[in-house]
């Protein structure tokens, strides 16, 4: 069984900056690339990062130069620090696993960035 503890979400003004955590349960043994989507107010869930091993990242356009994903040391523990937000990065961001064929969703993290 999977679970997630996500934090880090909330309100910010434009230009700021937030970081949000994502936290997958010990009971997996090994690390699994990790990564990170979100979705706005009546949209498409859209990608916006994902890591593989440490140092080895993919970003999608909306935020690349703005948004940086990590992962703690042989633990299945993924960030995602963000710069410059803007109105329209305002979603539900939710943090993924993949762990064999399969992709794992957390519950999800509400960012919102308004004036």
């Known amino acids: 069984q999977v679970q997630f503890v996500e934090s880090g979400g909330g309100l910010v003004q434009p230009g700021g900056s937030l970081s949000l955590s994502c936290e997958v349960s010990?009971?997996?043994?090994?690390?699994?690339?990790m990564g990170w989507y979100r979705q706005a107010p009546g949209k498409e869930r859209e990608f916006v990062a994902r890591?593989?091993?440490?140092?080895?990242?993919i970003y999608g356009d909306p935020v690349k130069g703005r948004f940086t994903i990590s992962r703690a040391n042989n633990k299945n523990t993924a960030y995602l620090q963000m710069n410059s937000l803007t109105p329209e990065d305002t979603a539900i961001y939710y943090c993924?696993?993949?762990?064999?064929?399969?992709?794992?969703w957390g519950q999800g993290t509400q960012v919102t960035v308004s004036s």
């Open positions: 993924t696993i993949d762990v064999s064929n399969s992709r794992y």
């Open positions: 010990e009971t997996i043994s090994r690390v699994y690339p």
């Open positions: 890591i593989l091993a440490p140092g080895v990242t």
